[in-house]
């Protein structure tokens, strides 16, 4: 007599439960997802509204709904007809001229410039830069303040002869955003201060080697 004997095969649980906690798990991470894009689109979403003294702009939050006021333009015209939503490239060169004309204030004032505030004022530029030619003309202005500085501490190192401090300074400006003709001003200066140095060496050396070649006092008190 043989005995043959085959084990149930385990077709999975089906418990109606179990079902129900995978689909509204499923349904949950569906939601998220949806929320999490929906949160996305409207960071991307800017508005303008009209004030009377200006304009704001506004930016969506990282919600469905919701916005939050970016920066007042105090001075600035809304459009006369104004868009439901606008685009990040609508709105960011709006910003960006509004701290150059600051910085550009700054400037304008009487008296010795405060760079500091000027400085300040293109780094917000410089946020809401959109293209590389609009950030190269932040990297400009703020080397070109970088390289007044610079210039007037040069020329007060030569003008003390402290040729080597002047010359340190001249490889800081040469690591600078300079323009072509502010570079070719930097190597010519090193180039002069090179020379300086070198002439004042050659002095140093032949007047060591005169004083090394006259007779010492006494031996010219023994000669008769």
């Known amino acids: ?60 939050k990282f919600a469905p709904l919701g916005e939050k006021r970016l920066i007042v333009l105090p001075g600035h015209e809304a459009p006369e007809q104004l868009k439901a939503v606008y685009a990040k490239n609508d709105v960011y060169p709006l910003i960006y001229n509004f701290y150059l004309d600051q910085a550009d204030a700054y400037l304008a004032k009487p008296g010795v410039p405060d760079y500091e505030a000027v400085e300040a004022e293109l780094q ?15 990297f400009a202005r703020l080397a ?19 040729l080597e401090t002047a010359l340190g300074l001249l490889h800081k400006a040469n690591t600078l955003y300079l323009s072509e003709a502010q570079a070719e001003m930097v190597i010519k200066k090193v180039d002069d201060i090179k ?30």
């Open 124 to 138: 917000k530029a410089l946020k809401y830069a959109i293209d590389t030619e609009q950030r190269d003309a932040i």
């Open 1 to 60: 007599v043989s005995v043959s004997y085959t084990p149930p095969v385990d077709g999975g649980s089906s418990d109606p439960m179990d079902k129900i906690i995978k689909i509204a798990a499923g349904g949950f991470i569906l939601l998220m997802l949806i929320v999490i894009g929906a949160s996305a689109t409207n960071t991307s979403n800017y508005y303008i509204k009209a004030q009377s003294d200006g304009m704001e702009i506004w930016q969506g």
């Open 195 to 224: 020379a300086q140095i070198a002439a004042s060496e050659a002095e140093a050396q032949a007047a060591a080697e005169d004083e090394a070649q006259e007779p010492a006092e006494d031996e010219k008190e023994a000669v008769p």
């Open 144 to 162: 070109g303040m970088e390289w007044a500085t610079l210039s007037y501490k040069i020329n007060v190192a030569i003008n003390r002869g402290e």
